[in-house]
């Protein structure tokens, strides 16, 4: 079997197998009579997916056919197929994966971790540097990121339209070509999606600089990198950043600052110290 076919055989089978996991009653069907083995029948998954027999007949026997994007997202649809295994049907089709929206969890185990990183700043983002949660120590790094609307608290978009941001870096013009190299990177991954799509294009807009480095096709990785930073209140700050995935899908990633000298650990303990009576954690609903 060539490698075409052996994908074609998987995506048949595993068609076959979500169809032998359901009922009738599962998808609303009445049970009937005379059913020689277990789970629906394949015309009953060809009704409730709108697409002929003989098509999803032929998808089931590995035909060497080609199934479109609508004609997949319906059977996965009458299939029942959780978002993972939508997913995997997709991949197996040979078609880019749909755009599940907020593909990110922040859980009660990160936000107990943001805490105890304290008085390092750090904070959950998306692969796309939208900002989901953080610790007092990250809200104020830049400026007081409670203060900012929730769409706007994201990396890429502050350091490319927020002047409190670029003010901050001693290299501004690094930061931003590393952050547009580790943006087009993750792009990559998500390139069908719309929401990634909307995304990209409203920071072009927003932004002729952004425009310009997104125009030269730089890519980067999630290599660790040295921050060189001016607050405007506790003064230098010399930081590692770090990062680690937290999902196997890379939705999300926790990121941390660690100080690279003394002067900058005594800062990160003034800002961990601001405003005491407010919440360590600041989280997205």
Not at 235 to 243: D, R
Not at 251 to 270: K, Q, Y
Request: hydrophobic residues 40%; aromatic residues 8%; charged residues 30%.
């Amino acid at each position: 079997m060539t490698r075409s076919d052996d994908v074609r055989a998987e995506f048949a089978g595993f068609l076959r197998s979500r169809r032998a996991r359901l009922r009738p009653a599962d998808v609303g069907l009445p049970e009937g009579t005379r059913r020689r083995v277990a789970g629906l029948r394949r015309e009953e998954v060809a009704q409730l997916a709108g697409v002929g027999l003989t098509w999803y007949t032929w998808l089931e026997q590995g035909r060497p056919i080609a199934a479109s994007a609508q004609v997949v997202a319906a059977i996965a649809r009458a299939l029942r197929l959780s978002d993972d295994e939508r997913d995997h049907l997709f991949a197996l089709a040979d078609l880019p994966v749909p755009d599940r929206g907020a593909r990110y969890c922040v859980g009660a185990t990160h936000l107990d971790l943001l805490e105890k990183l304290l008085p390092y700043p750090a904070a959950v983002q998306t692969a796309r540097f939208d900002i989901r949660a953080y610790n007092r120590a990250y809200r104020y790094l830049f400026d007081d990121l409670d203060d900012m609307p929730t769409e706007r608290r994201n990396c890429a978009v502050l350091l490319f339209t927020d002047s409190e941001w670029q003010r901050s870096h001693v290299d501004l013009d690094h930061a931003q070509r590393r952050i547009a190299a580790r943006l087009r990177a993750a792009y990559g991954r998500h390139h069908e999606e719309p929401s990634w799509q909307r995304f990209i294009a409203d920071l072009e807009e927003e932004s002729p600089r952004f425009a310009e480095l997104w125009r030269l096709g730089d890519v980067g990785g999630e290599r660790n990198a040295n921050k060189h930073l001016v607050h405007a209140r506790v003064g230098e700050l010399h930081l590692e950043m770090s990062s680690l995935w937290i999902d196997d899908g890379l939705g999300s990633r926790v990121v941390w600052f660690s100080p690279r000298d003394a002067e900058t650990a005594a800062c990160l303990e003034r800002l961990a110290a601001e405003n005491p009576a407010e919440a360590l954690i600041s989280a997205v609903a």
